[in-house]
């Protein structure tokens, strides 16, 4: 049974600073490389990045680039995603998912945690 379980979310001011994590059961996180996606309000869930099973690589796209940091904790079974510089277009529901490839953006399991909504002020 996949597990995923994502935290940290919250209201922060426009150029303000979170960070998220996502708790996974270890059969999953262990076998896989994960990503970080978001839906906002009204559109479709879109990917953010990815990191290696090892931690080593990771991947952003464009519009998080230099601004989002995405890491994992294979002993605590957990991915983070450190987000800095925040503007109003990243409000959203983060999600995390277990990935066979950081750079796809693909959810490998087609299963969804709960979310965390992340809401930045202008």
């Known amino acids: 049974q996949v597990q995923l379980v994502e935290s940290g979310g919250g209201l922060v001011q426009t150029g303000g600073s979170l960070r998220l994590s996502c708790a996974a059961s270890e059969r999953t996180f262990s076998s896989y490389a994960m990503g970080w996606f978001r839906q906002a309000p009204g559109k479709e869930r879109e990917f953010v990045g990815g990191i290696s099973w090892s931690g080593d690589s990771t991947y952003y796209v464009d519009s998080v680039k230099g601004r989002f940091t995405i890491s994992r904790d294979n002993a605590k079974n957990t991915v983070y995603l450190q987000m800095k510089s925040l503007k109003p277009e990243d409000t959203a529901v983060y999600y995390c998912?277990?990935?066979?490839?950081?750079?796809?953006?693909?959810?490998?399991?087609?299963?969804w945690g709960q979310g965390t909504l992340v809401t930045v002020s202008s």
């Open positions: 998912a277990p990935d066979r490839d950081y750079t796809a953006g693909r959810n490998a399991l087609n299963a």
